[in-house]
């Protein structure tokens, strides 16, 4: 399953087990609050003012 700027924060920490400090070492270090459950991945990087092409890959370095 591949991560794209669609999926929310709560189910890109579902996919990649290693998302969490992936996410945190790009500035976004509200994981667990209420906006994670509902929120982008593109929103988020919206709001943290972050690269989402970056982060994007990052997050889907090896994952199937």
Known sequence: MKITKDTLISEVLRINPNA?????GFGMGCLGCPSAQMESLEQAAAVHGIDLDELLNKLNEGIE
């Open 20 to 24: 969490a400090p992936i996410l945190m």
